[in-house]
């Protein structure tokens, strides 16, 4: 196998896209589906939730209570944390029905400056683990571990008590062949870009069916950045830029006992593959914006782009809490649909977090992912939680 074409299978797979899927769109299966245009990018691995608790809800994060792990999701959270400092870790084995050395780790921590700003930093590392490389006769040319990194540092201001704003500045760095050359690869290299995130985080009080309530909507642009190349021709590959907007509500039942729903809508902004492989030589600022209206099936095929997470969560005494949720994507645009679960529960300032994933399709290469997480908040709360 070519090991461009290596490169490019690697890439696909890891952003968990259904096998079928995948096939449909390389067009390997004949009699194919051909309305299937599954939207494919660099570095997918930033697009992958890091840490149980979203994991567990479905994916969603971009309005849910405010945690360490904001600064994935929507750094304007990050000021509405209700502790001074924490550090949180998690590990996912990936794909581990098919592969064993293939995995994610997270590692993020905040800082409060003040009730009003906060600083966060996150470390995330992909390791694709070991893979034999060949060039375009199948002569072997050696090992290598693929792996990508992204390092992230976040600033969020409130702007009122029930508003707040965030920005991320990002750098990411994916090796995916090491220094072996092979053609029509010529000169490989590991791949870099910088990148920002910016979100919007608006909360606020209300009661529903008598009982005190808290109502947060969120909107996160993430992975805005230049696009990213891995050889000294003049190839280059979007990075996943994502749209998300998403709304949470959490009632308190009693004084012991909470319940949390969320919503998350998000789409990639980035071009729509096209028949005459135009939408490679877009720029960053036209793909962007031209991605609410570039899917040559028109409107019905941009619709089909959005992909939808639904979580819930219950919560007793802020020590133990159950979570389950959904997440859907259309089978023309990769055919992801699962379902997640998982608990949390915290010992003195140690929270541990645990999900599980069972996929509708059935062989699917997300079938009986993990994620594991410890999270540990220090300093007082504050006053307005």
Do not use: C
Not at 195 to 217: C, T, W
Not at 352 to 358: D, E, H
């Amino acid at each position: 196998m070519h090991l461009r074409y290596r490169i490019l299978f690697t890439l696909i797979l890891s952003t968990f896209v259904s096998l079928n899927s995948i096939a449909q769109n390389s067009g390997i299966i004949s009699g194919q589906d051909t309305a299937t245009n599954v939207v494919t990018t660099a570095v997918p691995f930033l697009t992958i939730a890091p840490d149980p608790v979203s994991g567990a809800m479905g994916d969603v994060g971009v309005a849910t209570e405010p945690d360490i792990n904001s600064t994935f999701w929507n750094p304007a959270k990050l000021a509405f944390v209700n502790q001074e400092y924490g550090v949180g870790l998690t590990f996912t084995p990936w794909l581990s029905k098919f592969v064993d050395d293939m995995s994610i780790s997270y590692l993020s921590g905040f800082y409060k400056i003040s009730d009003e700003q906060a600083f966060g930093a996150a470390l995330t590392y992909f390791n694709l683990g070991d893979i034999e490389l060949t060039d375009g006769a199948g002569n072997p040319l050696g090992s290598f571990t693929p792996r990508e990194f992204a390092l992230s540092v976040s600033y969020s201001q409130k702007l009122s008590t029930k508003l707040s704003l965030g920005v991320t500045g990002k750098y990411i760095h994916s090796n995916l062949s090491g220094n072996i050359t092979t053609s029509p690869v010529t000169d490989p290299k590991p791949g870099t870009s910088i990148a920002a995130d910016i979100g919007v985080y608006y909360r606020s009080q209300l009661n529903v069916l008598g009982k005190p309530s808290q109502l947060a909507y969120g909107v996160s642009l993430t992975n805005i950045g230049s696009k990213i190349s891995y050889n000294s021709a003049d190839e280059e590959d979007f990075i996943p830029t994502n749209f998300r907007i998403g709304s949470a509500l959490e009632t308190f039942l009693d004084p012991y006992n909470k319940v949390t729903f969320a919503l998350d809508l998000n789409k990639l902004m980035v071009p729509t593959p096209q028949p005459d492989g135009s939408h490679l030589d877009k720029g960053l600022i036209d793909g962007i914006f031209g991605s609410f209206g570039d899917a040559p099936g028109g409107f019905a095929e941009e619709i089909q782009e959005f992909m939808i997470s639904f979580g819930a969560e219950y919560e007793y005494q802020e020590k133990f809490a159950v979570r389950a949720g959904y997440f859907y994507e259309h089978i023309n645009k990769g055919n992801r649909k699962f379902f997640t679960a998982g608990v949390g529960f915290k010992v003195d300032q140690i929270e541990f977090n645990f999900s599980y994933l069972v996929p509708q399709v059935q062989e699917h290469p997300l079938a009986e992912t993990l994620r594991f997480g410890a999270i540990l908040n220090l300093g007082s709360k504050s006053d307005d939680e």
